[in-house]
């Protein structure tokens, strides 16, 4: 099998328009994984980020009802005693 390789002969050319394309071909892979990691972290803060306001919204609500359930209390001591 060597005599084989020996004997045929390469054209160094194509190698070369071959590498120039591929690093064309591997920039624009680049941008494209980088706009595809861009969209995945927005949407996953946007996940996040309504989970938290969940969160929030139940938690303002539970003081809510705390103070009412106070104002309340207070209320029915007061006309207790009348």
Known sequence: MP???AQ???NPA??????????TVSSA??????IGWLFL???FGLVL?????K?????????LLKRQRAMLETIWRISSKK
């Open 55 to 63: 969160k929030h919204c139940d938690r303002q609500r539970s003081r």
């Open 29 to 34: 892979a680049i941008g494209s994984s980088t």
């Open 41 to 43: 972290a927005v949407s």
């Open 49 to 53: 980020g309504l989970f938290g306001y």
């Open 14 to 23: 194509p190698f070369t328009v071959a590498s120039s394309t591929n690093a």
């Open 3 to 5: 005599q084989a390789y």
């Open 8 to 10: 045929s002969s390469v």
